[in-house]
């Protein structure tokens, strides 16, 4: 499939998705969205592919927002439209998605750009990293699941001053708040996110797409029926059979 706004890369079991509009320092727009959702289509049937990377180009951005000209003159009705299709299409797509989808961080995350990076399963930074949801500075709310992601990953008391404050928090104290799992130089930002995408994709396919299932349900009352039923479930499945068989003869399992 061709694209305009993003770059896909597949490199053995690994690929790097590339948001591609340094200049509006890849800025989400509609067709980005779509354009990012179509490409998570179609790495989803790959089943060369086990991890997914997505990042933006260059040095200074990951993504600075969602694009203000593009919806500036919405009324309630089609500004509803447009939270409730970015969410449905994209932010939920990525965190349901049954192979891991880890954010490289490279730059300003910010708006729809940190609700991206949240919706994400794994978040790593560069070390210039800034993120922050500024929405209630253009008299509005994040729409892209920020209000709901943030809460769960850094609490409620923290969301709520980085919402209401607007202020950016650089990557260090992201990681320390758990906004980000780990940070490093810009330079070998997407090689150690690289790193562990190689590390997980040689895992079980099967027991990481119901691990993601399964701690998606982590704050609700279905969590722990969830875990036994997919825990159950996976005896029965092929990548059990080889991983016990390899671990009691004493070699690496080949999923």
Not at 14 to 39: C, D, F, G, M, Y
Not at 191 to 219: C, G, Q, V, Y
Request: charged share 25%; aromatic share 8%; proline share 4%.
């Amino acid at each position: 499939m061709t694209y305009e706004n993003i770059l896909v890369k597949k490199e053995e079991k690994t690929a790097v998705i590339t948001i591609n509009r340094p200049e509006s320092l890849n800025a989400l727009n509609a067709q980005t969205i779509k354009e990012i959702s179509n490409a998570l289509d179609e790495l989803q049937s790959d089943n060369e592919v086990r991890v997914i990377i997505l990042t933006g180009s260059g040095e200074k951005s990951f993504v600075a927002g969602a694009d203000i000209k593009e919806f500036s003159n919405f009324n309630q009705e089609k500004a509803e439209e447009l939270a409730k299709n970015g969410q449905t299409f994209l932010f939920d797509k990525i965190e349901n998605l049954s192979k891991p989808v880890i954010a490289a961080v490279n730059g300003f995350a910010l708006g729809g750009g940190l609700e991206l990076a949240m919706a994400c399963h794994i978040r790593y930074a560069s070390e210039n990293a800034r993120l922050g949801l500024p929405e209630v500075t253009l008299g509005l709310i994040p729409g892209y699941g920020g209000t709901q992601r943030l809460p769960k990953l850094v609490g409620k008391g923290i969301a709520n001053e980085m919402i209401f404050s607007a202020k950016m928090v650089p990557a260090q104290k992201a990681k320390e708040i758990g906004l980000v799992n780990e940070v490093f130089p810009i330079g070998e930002l997407l090689t150690k996110t690289e790193e562990l995408a190689k590390i997980i994709a040689n895992n079980s396919p099967m027991a990481i797409s119901r691990a993601i299932k399964a701690t998606n349900l982590f704050d609700t009352d279905k969590g722990f029926e969830a875990e036994i039923k997919y825990f159950g479930e996976l005896f029965d499945l092929e990548d059990k059979k080889e991983g016990v068989s390899a671990f009691i003869e004493k070699r690496k399992p080949n999923f």
